[in-house]
């Protein structure tokens, strides 16, 4: 991956995290849909990384662990979309993901309904 490339994920990104705006990604030749949540490096392999809830996944029944919930290095992904879409940020995001560290944009917890 080359600066440039990473600097304009990084762009797209940081516009999806501030906006919470919806964008689609080519992943390893396909496209997915997700909701980005946080980006930086990932813990254990140092590689620069996305964090974010992948819509286009159907979720897994009988498991603790929601596998909608994913971690996309940039070297996988090809190609990167801004849409129109906005979305909330899901009640069990806690802005904590011990895996991405250091985390260079992140977005904050949501704030429960009713408050």
């Known amino acids: ?25 080519k992943h390893n030749s396909i496209w997915r ?9 990932h813990k254990e392999s140092q590689m620069p990384s996305l964090y974010g809830f992948c819509r286009d996944v159907i979720p897994t029944l009988y498991t ?4 909608r919930w994913q971690i996309f290095r940039f070297s996988d992904i090809e190609d990167i979309e801004l849409t129109y879409y906005e979305f909330r940020p899901h009640l069990e995001y806690t802005g904590n993901y011990d895996r991405m560290q250091p985390v260079y944009m992140k977005l904050a917890p949501g704030i ?4």
Do not use: C
């Not at 849909?33 to 490096?41: F, H, I, R």
């Not at 429960?112 to 408050?115: F, H, L, Q, V």
């Open 1 to 25: 991956m080359t600066p440039q490339s990473q600097n304009h994920f990084l762009t797209i990104i940081g516009t999806a995290i501030t906006d919470h705006r919806v964008i689609q990604i």
């Open 33 to 41: 849909t997700v909701e980005p949540y946080m980006a930086g490096l």
């Open 64 to 67: 603790d662990k929601d596998n």
């Open 112 to 115: 429960p309904a009713g408050r």
